[in-house]
């Protein structure tokens, strides 16, 4: 933290600030500049309220230098972390992972038939939502436990680990019985009790960003899972609100670059949720693979035009099929592979 004095501050009021520091347990360097002076605050301020300085007469403003959460940044793990998802899904390594199914669980032919569709042309997991987070309310809401049943069984059948999402802490110990890798949704990104339900249970999470939310709002909700002890967390960039329409959101594909640096954690793009049209997903994939994104979380269909959700932008196994080939060359570019993946022992979220 550095205090930035007005430029005709007094020494007393430089001084006061310099007790305060003291009073919060932490230390000053005053330096005086030619125009003005400024207080380093010196030692971890991250749980103190500094910005209670602003209220000494002579400060101009006081400005946070330490990133607001810790366990999630960089600087406290240098090596990236990787997380399984079930067997066949490592994020974060050398391998480019791809989540691929319906927005949500419809019936049992539609899971199974995309399950068996997404695992001949390579995916590595399968995701589909049982309970969904409808903006309204007479809208379909999933099919809930039984949705959960239904790709446990595409899972038995085809050996693909499921991704779901869960939407309550009350919720999330029937969640963790049947998916293999826990969705917090974009909504629910700040559900505080909800990221702590999700940090205490064993699967990995994957948490997708609040479409409203900063970079730096959305790692200390990561911090919320982390500093409950799952280290399996798993970032997922899905678009965020702007003033464009012509997409659904606006995807931001310098997140993946931005949230590696910042982050060890391994970064996933959901480009179905981040343009809201199947035409423009294909591209998207490509793009968050040459910029090194750790996977894709994408909606696949085997019958779009029926969709019970977001079938504007979900793609055919047919379009991912062919999508597959060019993102293995693309891949290969930025020395990963999409190759299927094998877990090592000492991975994070098993
Ligand atoms: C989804 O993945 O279908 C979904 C509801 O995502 P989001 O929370 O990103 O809107
Ligand atoms: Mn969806």
Redesign the pocket.
């Known amino acids: 933290m550095i205090v930035v004095m007005q430029p005709d501050a007094t020494e007393e009021q430089v001084g006061r600030v310099v007790e305060l520091i003291h009073e919060l347990g932490l230390k000053d360097h005053v330096i005086h500049g030619t125009d003005l002076t400024v207080v380093a605050v010196i030692g971890d301020d991250r749980k103190k309220n500094g910005t209670v300085l602003e209220q000494v007469p002579g400060v101009d403003r006081v400005m946070k230098i330490l990133a607001p959460y810790k366990m999630a940044a960089r600087e406290t793990k240098k090596q990236r972390t990787t997380v399984a998802i079930g067997d066949t899904c490592v994020l974060g390594g050398p391998h480019v992972g791809i989540i691929a199914g319906p ?1 949500s669980v419809e019936s049992r032919d539609q899971i199974l038939q995309t399950a068996r569709k997404i695992k001949a042309v390579g995916a590595h997991g399968l995701r589909g ?1 049982a309970f ?2 409808r903006t309204n309310p007479y809208s379909f809401q999933g099919l809930g436990k039984e949705g959960l049943e239904l790709l446990a069984e595409a899972r038995a059948e085809t050996g693909l680990p499921v991704v779901t ?1 869960v939407l309550t802490p009350a919720e999330v110990d029937l969640v963790v019985e049947y998916a293999d890798c826990l ?1 917090i ?3 629910n990104c700040q559900n505080f009790k909800l990221l702590e339900a999700c940090g205490r249970q064993p699967k990995p999470v994957l948490l ?1 960003r609040g479409m409203s939310m900063t970079i730096d709002e959305y790692l200390q909700a990561a911090e919320y899972v982390l500093a409950e002890g799952n280290e399996g967390l798993i970032l997922c960039e ?1 678009g965020i609100r702007t003033f464009e329409d012509h997409t659904r959101n606006t995807l931001s594909l310098s997140a993946v670059s931005e949230l590696r640096f910042r982050s060890h954690l391994p970064v996933v793009i ?1 480009p179905s ?1 981040g343009t809201g049209h199947a035409r423009l997903v294909p591209d998207m994939c490509r793009a968050a693979v040459a910029a090194g994104a750790d996977g894709l979380l994408l ?1 696949v269909h085997p019958d779009p035009e029926h969709a019970l959700t ?1 079938g504007a932008q979900s793609i055919t196994p047919e379009v991912l099929s062919e999508l597959m080939d060019s993102l293995r060359r693309i891949a290969v570019a930025v020395d990963r592979d999409l190759v299927r993946n094998e877990p090592e022992a000492e991975m994070a979220g098993r």
């Open positions: 927005c939502g969904k987070p999402e969705q949704g974009t909504r997708k899905r959901d949720q909606e977001d």
